[in-house]
């Protein structure tokens, strides 16, 4: 008798559910310290830029900013990661993110494609992928170099040599990219998962030329470190082997200067990497000098 009076009152104690007409409104949620904006490029083309910015008086010689590329699909995480560490004492909140994006509610969006790539020579890629547009590498460097960067700049304190890029998938190959041809546009860049199968693995050619020019003078291998990552079930595409591989290469240019490191995340496929690499990617974006 006194099991069932018990239970009796849990549920009358439990609220009654809500008739439809009282069931409250529901709002958009805004992630707290973001703002957000479209972005039209010279090109014509318009970019939703996401930025998460730490509240109060930026530092003496300003924020360090990390640029995150797909930001549909990946700033939020980067956005409440760098938020929280406020609670972790080490600073790893101190840092602007910007996420660069699309237009639209679409995770990854098509458009994508034609900004991370240099126009396709192999026929069987070409044939695959017909329906959607590439070879947009040039112009989406520029928007990134020549406009965003310093529009960034002009809207929030920065630190000019504490500026970093991550990219996974396709992004990754278009960081490789840029810490191939451009060193020195980014103190540090992130690649995870870097599609270097793309193109019959034509990234290869941009590696060479850059080691030409490392061996001429070894102040190139000094501009800019590189951190690769990889999942450990990455099979697609080879990208756990060509990641490792990209790795071994550059390990003995550290006598140069090149401060370059992999990381094989244990247990991780192409599509949960990028999860499991925000926070390393944070301590990389913070490490100075």
């Known amino acids: ?6 239970s009796l009152w849990l549920i009358l104690a439990l609220p009654l559910p809500l008739a439809a007409s009282e069931v409250p409104a529901a709002t958009p949620y805004a992630m707290p310290e973001t703002e957000i904006w479209d972005m039209r490029a010279a090109t014509g083309r318009t970019y939703r830029i996401f ?41 790893l909140d101190k840092m602007i993110v910007v996420g660069i994006g699309h237009p639209g509610e679409q995770v990854y969006d ?54 970093a890029l991550y990219g996974h998938s396709l992004g990754g190959l278009f960081a490789l990219h840029l810490f191939f041809s451009h060193p020195g546009a980014f103190d540090t860049i992130i690649a995870a998962s870097p599609s270097i199968w793309w193109d019959d693995q034509a990234i290869l050619a941009e590696e060479s030329r850059w080691r030409v020019r490392a061996a001429e003078g070894g102040a190139i291998a000094r501009r800019t470190r590189l951190l690769v990552i990889a999942g450990e079930y990455e099979t697609e595409g080879s990208i756990a082997q060509d990641s490792a591989a990209l790795a071994a290469r550059l390990a003995p240019l550290s006598g140069q200067g090149l401060r370059s490191e992999y990381l094989l995340l244990d247990g ?22």
């Open 51 to 91: 930025v998460s910015r730490p509240v109060g008086a930026p530092p003496e010689a300003g924020y360090p900013v990390l640029y995150v590329l797909d930001g549909n699909a990946m700033f939020a995480g980067f956005a409440e990661a760098r938020r929280i560490q406020g609670f972790g004492g080490r600073d």
């Open 268 to 289: 991780e496929t192409h599509v949960t990497v990028p999860h499991r690499s925000i926070t390393v990617t944070m301590r990389s974006v913070m490490r100075w000098p």
């Open 110 to 163: 098509p458009r994508r494609m034609e900004d991370f790539t240099a126009p396709i020579a192999a026929p069987e890629l070409k044939q695959l992928y017909a329906k959607y547009p590439s070879g947009g590498r040039d112009a989406f460097r520029a928007f990134l170099l020549d406009e965003l960067k310093p529009s960034i700049a002009k809207r929030y304190r920065v630190h000019p040599r504490r500026q």
């Open 1 to 6: 008798m006194r099991i069932v009076a018990a």
